[in-house]
């Protein structure tokens, strides 16, 4: 079973996170704000979303466990990413929330898998573009919407393999 962890505000990430679990066949979603980052610690794979709020934050929810979130060593852990923006009206922080998550697992010695780029994308920047690619799977749902179930499949089909 691979848990699909989010938060989220206006449903999207969590529409995300069902469609992403639906791709995948065996996996659990579990809201964050509700079962806390101890849920975390109990996997060594896992997938977290989030979407990005204002210019370039994280969600309420995950703001409010970041300190927690900030200290689970990930050493040994595989994680994906996915994450959810606003390019045009964020086009500057598009994504950045994705990013941040992927700083703090990375610096606390996990290992991200599943980065992601179709060449579809209109920003400026963000923090979650590294390389030519973005961290995790990146979404619009503001102005993209029609590109997101074909998003998730292929990323769901190029990530299966580390889980």
């Not at 505000?9 to 995300?16: I, Y």
């Not at 849920?39 to 409010?64: A, N």
């Amino acid at each position: 079973m691979i848990p699909v962890f989010f938060t989220s505000s206006t449903g999207n990430s969590e529409t995300a996170a069902k469609k992403i679990a639906k791709e995948l066949g065996n996996a659990q979603v579990f809201d964050l704000a509700k079962v806390g980052v101890d849920e975390i610690k109990k996997h060594d794979k896992m997938i977290i979303g989030s979407s990005t709020w204002g210019e370039g934050e994280l969600q309420d929810d995950f703001e409010d466990i970041w300190d927690s979130f900030a200290n689970i060593d990930f050493t040994g852990k595989t994680v994906a990413l996915f994450g959810l923006g606003d390019q045009d009206g964020y086009s500057y922080n598009y994504v950045d929330a994705m990013g941040l998550i992927y700083n703090q697992v990375v610096q606390n010695g996990g290992c991200v898998v599943g980065s992601y780029y179709d060449g579809e994308y209109e920003f400026e920047e963000s923090i979650s573009f590294k390389d030519g690619v973005f961290v995790g799977l990146a979404l619009d749902e503001d102005n993209q919407s029609d590109l997101t179930d074909g998003r998730i499949k292929t990323w769901c089909e190029e990530i299966k393999g580390s889980f």
